[in-house]
Nanobody, 132 residues
Framework: QVQMTQSGGGSASTEAGGSLRLFCEVS??????????MGWFRQTPGKAREGVAI???????RYQDSVKDRFRIAKDNDKKILYLKMNSLRPEDSGAYYC??????????????????????WGQGTQVTVHS
């Protein structure tokens, strides 16, 4: 059973223009032999959960247009940790951030890459606040 555990105390904050890094420990599967898609979503009150960055086990990556060139997704296969480095943060980047995964690759070639309903495994969320 795949489990995703976000670390960092449940919340993180910074001033506008600052940087944060989110961590998600992934357990319960062998990433060296099983194809997967993993990534980060975020949600603000009253809005639908939206995809931010997705990484396919084939190496391909997709970013939401609003975070492209500011955010970086990476995965340490040895430590089984998924990261999201967020630079040049803006107040509108505030929200609850969730890591997510689905087994099987090819998500970036599909129409569901940023569809939260296509992901089976979720972290518990980290509240990110960017102060103006």
């Amino acid at each position: 059973q795949v489990q995703m555990t976000q670390s960092g105390g449940g919340s993180a904050s910074t001033e506008a223009g600052g940087s944060l890094r989110l961590f998600c420990e992934v357990s319960g599967y062998d990433g060296r032999t099983i194809a997967y898609c993993m990534g980060w979503f975020r949600q603000t009150p009253g809005k639908a959960r939206e995809g931010v960055a997705i990484k396919d086990s084939d190496g391909s990556i997709r970013y939401q247009d609003s975070v492209k060139d500011r955010f970086r997704i990476a995965k340490d296969n040895d430590k089984k940790i998924l990261y999201l480095k967020m630079n040049s943060l803006r107040p509108e980047d505030s929200g609850a951030y969730y890591c997510a995964a689905r087994l099987g690759s090819g998500c970036l070639r599909s129409g569901f890459v940023f569809n939260p309903g296509a992901y089976s495994y979720w972290g518990q969320g980290t509240q990110v606040t960017v102060h103006s």
